[in-house]
């Protein structure tokens, strides 16, 4: 296989001409799979510094690597459910195991966004005040006599410029995005407050066709669930197979690298949080559904469970990579715990105690089937 001064090539294809790397392979190169590498027209050679001479492991391939860091959590999920129903035989009930994935909808879907901003190593801690202050929004509109099915997308709109003004802010004032959203966690959440007057918005219009499917049941499934799924797969596709989420994951392994490749890093940073938005005002909006009411205390401590879902589905805090599949499997891990909790009869000052305990020992268990699966390889 002859070489060029800028790569390897193909016998019989046209030699590009020769030129010299302006940078050594970086962690932005290697954050960058195979199958999102766009190939360059006329040339055997690839985008980010990818030859046809490298093997292309294909779409099965990049399946199989990400397959072991997934099956670790969804393991534990099935052990902790297996668990559970083993002396409690009524847990593994349909119903109660539909519900029990239902509570997990709205932590879930945050973790869907956070997954993002945590891979890219950004954090949004205002999820759980932009939730309450969204379902405020929402209950507001609907009482003044807006159609619900109308009021939705304002609701999502609201959420997203939530995360848009967390990134301006991010970037304009060059401060951490951990001390920016811990600063409107509280903004969020007084704006929802103020607005609902500290008090619960109700008198809602609950014959609505909103209220009845999107907080009802399709197909014996509540309809949540199945917001969740497409959700959740259209988020993973996005992480693992589009130039955006290449982005995500080039930014969270180098960001240095990946600025001086030329990715837009402010611009990428600014989708990633109103990604997180956009996914928490949906999470609202299926909770105004579903209860019926607007409560701007609702969503507090949902931050840290988003966070918490995501580090057991396998999105380190490091940044670089990250699973929407993983974080939807650890906010249902929390949900199940909770549950089980009930089942066991343990007491109520207990709960956080072993939530904690059965987190710690699912980040454990999913980081040593990780590592079996990295020796394998």
């Keep these: ?179 920016v959203t811990l600063g409107t966690l509280m903004l969020f959440r007084g704006v929802g407050l103020a607005l609902a007057d500290g008090k619960q918005i109700t008198d809602l219009p609950l014959d609505d066709s909103f209220f009845t499917l999107a907080g009802g049941d399709l197909a014996g499934v509540p309809f949540a669930l199945w917001v969740l799924a497409a959700a959740a797969a259209a988020l993973a596709v996005a992480l693992a197979r589009t130039r955006f989420g290449a982005r995500v994951r080039a930014i969270g392994s180098n960001p240095d690298a990946a600025a001086f490749s030329g990715i837009p890093v402010v611009r990428t940073r600014v989708q990633a949080l109103a990604l997180s938005g956009l996914t928490t005002a949906c999470a609202a909006s299926l909770a105004l559904a579903y209860y019926g009411a607007g409560d701007p205390t609702l969503g507090q401590g949902y931050e840290l469970q988003a966070i918490a879902a995501c580090i057991i589905g396998g999105t380190p805090l490091a940044g670089g990579r990250g699973s929407v599949v993983g974080a939807v499997a650890g906010a249902m891990i929390l949900s199940v715990v909770a549950s089980g909790l009930v089942f066991f009869e343990v007491p109520i000052n207990w709960t956080s105690f072993a939530t904690g305990g059965v987190i710690l020992v699912a980040v454990a268990a999913d980081s040593a089937l990780r590592r079996d699966g990295r020796r394998r390889r």
């Design 1 to 179: 296989m002859p070489h060029t001064a800028g790569g390897p090539t193909l016998r019989g294809d046209p030699q590009p001409p020769a030129v010299r790397e302006p940078w050594p392979m970086t962690g932005t190169d290697r954050a960058v799979d195979d199958t999102e590498r766009t190939p360059e027209r006329g040339t055997g050679a690839r985008r980010f510094g990818r030859g046809p001479g490298r093997p292309a492991a294909g779409r099965a391939g990049g399946v199989r690597r990400r397959l072991p860091d997934e099956l670790g959590v969804l393991t534990v999920l099935a052990l902790l459910v297996a668990g559970i129903g083993v002396p409690y035989p009524e847990f593994l009930d349909s119903d109660n195991l539909l519900s029990t994935a239902h509570h997990s909808v709205y932590i879930s879907l945050m973790a869907c966004g956070m997954v993002f901003a945590l891979a890219m190593r950004e954090v949004d801690l205002s999820v759980g005040g932009s939730y309450a202050m969204c379902l405020v929004v929402g209950a507001l509109l609907v009482r003044e006599g807006v159609p619900a099915w109308l009021a939705v997308p304002v609701v999502l709109l609201t959420g997203t410029a939530a995360g848009v003004f967390n990134a301006l802010v991010t970037t304009v004032l060059a401060l951490p995005s951990f001390i």
